[in-house]
């Protein structure tokens, strides 16, 4: 039954692809998308961090997650990027001497499903750097529920994605400063919709690889959702590939994150300045 789906829903974009018409090669949209996450397994723990703090800084935070993007698409690439607010800044709270920065998200993104690349501007402690690296690829599973998400008729697909992060947690028990680095192992579940009506494999952030444009897609934490369309807008649509930071692979920036956390720990540890600065997001 699922094999069959995927055999139906592959057609329905072949055809709604060819009644585009002759100048389908010219395919291209701007899909804008409002972002929202859920805060209730938020938690930090540590000397001078009072519950008032932790009140303050999540409602910081929810409001930092509440954002708007853009995703400007042809048939083969796409590029994802956060609309500009004059609040844009990371939350901040500060108490007793101690500062507490929240910054969140990668930056912007650019997919081209045909020569499977993949761009992905981010920062390490305030150093840039530019993701090039091969596209992920997922095995979607195409369910036949649907919903209408604006005028389009969307599609249901998910799939369980496994990570594994490294936890970082301090303490000064006894008034000695210890610091404990352990894996942790996430299951995500990706839920998405998309849509036939628009034949791009494209999506929010690092999504994609599906027979449609994806409207709307959550983790169970993150969600995006798209609030609006413009297919082939009169100004036309510019695509090109980012150029903004040192390149790495996902792994070369894995392995300079855990080692400037490792001199970040080391500088609690022989006093710091009281300064802890946290950062969520970024899927690379």
């Known amino acids: ?30 899909a804008t998308y409002q972002s929202s996450r859920k805060m209730g397994d938020f938690n930090i723990k540590g000397e001078g961090m009072t519950p008032e703090m932790q009140e303050q800084l999540k409602q910081r935070m929810q409001k930092q997650f ?8 042809n048939l083969t690439e796409s590029l994802w990027s956060e609309v500009e607010s004059l609040d844009g800044g990371p939350a901040t709270v500060s108490s007793g001497g101690m500062m507490i920065k929240m910054s969140t998200g990668g930056g912007a993104t650019y997919k081209n499903t045909a020569e499977n690349q993949y761009l992905q501007e981010t920062e390490v402690f305030s150093k840039p750097f530019l993701i090039d690296d091969a596209l992920i690829s997922r095995d979607w599973e195409i369910t036949s529920e649907t919903k209408k998400i604006g005028n389009y008729t969307a599609q249901k697909a998910i799939y369980t994605d496994i990570r594994e992060r490294k936890m970082i947690s301090f303490s000064n028990e006894g008034g000695d400063d210890s610091k404990d680095m352990e ?35 959550s983790n169970g934490t993150t969600s995006y959702l798209c609030t609006k369309v413009v ?43 009281g300064n802890i600065t946290i950062k969520i997001g970024g899927n690379e």
């Open 1 to 30: 039954m699922k094999k069959v789906l995927k055999q139906f829903t592959l057609i329905v974009g072949i055809m709604v692809a060819i009644v585009i018409g002759a100048n389908a090669q010219n395919f291209t949209g701007i």
């Open 66 to 73: 509440q954002k708007e993007y853009t995703l400007k698409f």
């Open 183 to 217: 894996m942790v192992t996430d299951t995500l579940k990706v839920e998405a919709w998309y849509t036939p009506q628009i034949p791009v494999s494209q999506g929010p952030e690092e999504y994609w690889g599906l027979p449609g444009l994806i409207l709307e897609v």
């Open 231 to 273: 297919l082939n807008p009169e100004d036309g649509v510019d695509i090109k590939p980012l150029k903004k930071g040192k390149m790495v692979t996902r792994k070369e920036l894995e392995a300079i994150r855990e080692e400037k956390t490792q001199e970040m720990m080391q500088k609690y540890s022989n006093g710091g300045d």
